[in-house]
């Protein structure tokens, strides 16, 4: 079967090919169509080049405040960094930072004293009010407001749809949707005075949904369809509404970790119900956990989070951002994502289903062969 990758070189070759064999024949048959035609193609390559070519305007952080959650560690504590060093004034929302995260340690050891760490639990509408007071009072002089909020915080939850309690389920539509939700409510006052704008943190996951991890991909697409409606409401207001899409980079975080990992396995051995577990068999259990520990460190490219903290930090900065930024790993990790978010499942489904008939089945199916 063929990889998404080598289709996008074929579908490429057939579309030159034919292009090609178009102009040709417009040459001998319909000279002033051919040459038309071929301008009309040659401005707009040179069109995009130029637009890809020419320098981006970028705002100055200079007396602008920028809050961002999930700053303990992953994309956020590097975003965090990235934007003191503009000239922020950055408030790094941490889980942590009231009892002695790591984290938050070290954005004030290592950053300028435009930082400071707020404790925020997005899930907790006292805290984030807190955090709201203490942005309000700590504003640059002569700001009225916050210039970005970004939405970062999130927790990940592997697991087939049936070994996963709805508490779990709860849990991460707590943090990753409805957090960010509370967060943007609660923020968008002080948004909307300077016509700010809000940053939301998805990722690949809000574009398809692979099984084993149903739970994490559910809360992410939610995200995009909130982060739909708020850029057209925000419209009015002058403010912007951008999603930074990530792909491939779990080793990037902390999620691959194998205290965290091993952590999610057991949480899930045991409390899958036991007519589950009967019919699932541990050993069916054990080879698709294991498979997504290896999917998740096996990517090296996956290692570098600087594309991600690029498209975050463009998001905060351009003058006029896109709506969205895909980051990819690699270039085909990219050309994968946009063939599993975009086409048709027909004939994506095998993507998601690399089985093998050498696998281990359930123990169930098993049985009845």
Not at 22 to 40: E, F
Not at 108 to 128: K, M
Not at 167 to 175: G, Q
Not at 180 to 205: C, D, H, M, Q, Y
């Amino acid at each position: 079967m063929l990889k998404p990758l080598h289709l996008l070189y074929c579908a490429s070759l057939l579309g030159l090919t034919t292009i090609s064999g178009l102009l040709l024949l417009l040459y001998h048959c319909a000279p002033v169509l051919y040459y038309l035609c071929t301008g009309i193609l040659l401005g707009s390559v040179g069109y995009c080049v130029v637009l890809y070519l020419v320098p981006k305007g970028r705002v100055s952080g200079n007396g602008k405040a920028v809050f961002i959650t999930g700053c303990d560690s992953g994309f956020g504590f590097r975003l965090a960094k990235r934007l003191d060093s503009l000239g922020f004034t950055v408030f790094a929302g941490c889980l942590l930072a009231d009892s002695g995260g790591e984290g938050s340690k070290k954005l004030r050891a290592e950053c300028s004293n435009r930082l400071s760490t707020v404790q925020i639990d997005v899930t907790d509408d006292g805290q984030v009010q807190a955090a709201v007071r203490q942005v309000k009072d700590r504003l640059p002089t002569g700001s009225k407001g916050l210039y970005a909020l970004v939405n970062n915080a999130g927790v990940w939850q592997p697991g087939e749809i049936e070994w996963v309690s709805m508490a779990a389920y709860r849990r991460v539509m707590e943090v990753n949707a409805f957090g960010t939700v509370r967060v943007t409510k609660a923020f968008l006052p002080l948004i909307r005075r300077v016509k700010g704008r809000v940053v939301n943190i998805t990722s690949e996951a809000g574009l398809h949904s692979p099984p084993t991890i149903s739970a994490y991909h559910m809360t992410k697409r939610a995200v995009e369809f909130f982060s739909d409606a708020l850029r057209h409401e925000m419209h009015k207001w002058g403010v912007k509404v951008v999603v930074v899409q990530p792909g491939s980079f779990a080793r990037a975080t902390d999620i691959v970790l194998p205290a965290v990992y091993n952590r999610f396995v057991e949480n899930l051995r045991n409390n899958v119900e036991e007519a589950v577990k009967e019919d699932y068999g541990m050993e069916y259990f054990d080879f698709k956990m294991e498979q997504m520990r290896s999917w998740l460190t096996v990517d090296i490219q996956g290692k570098d989070p600087n594309p991600v903290i690029d498209a975050m930090a463009d998001a905060v900065t351009l003058t006029t951002p896109a709506h969205r930024y895909l980051v990819g790993s690699s270039f085909e990790d990219y050309v994968n994502k946009i063939w599993l978010g975009y086409f048709p499942t027909q004939w994506t489904d095998y993507t998601e289903r690399p089985e093998k008939e050498s696998d281990p089945k359930p123990a169930l199916l098993q049985k009845n062969i």
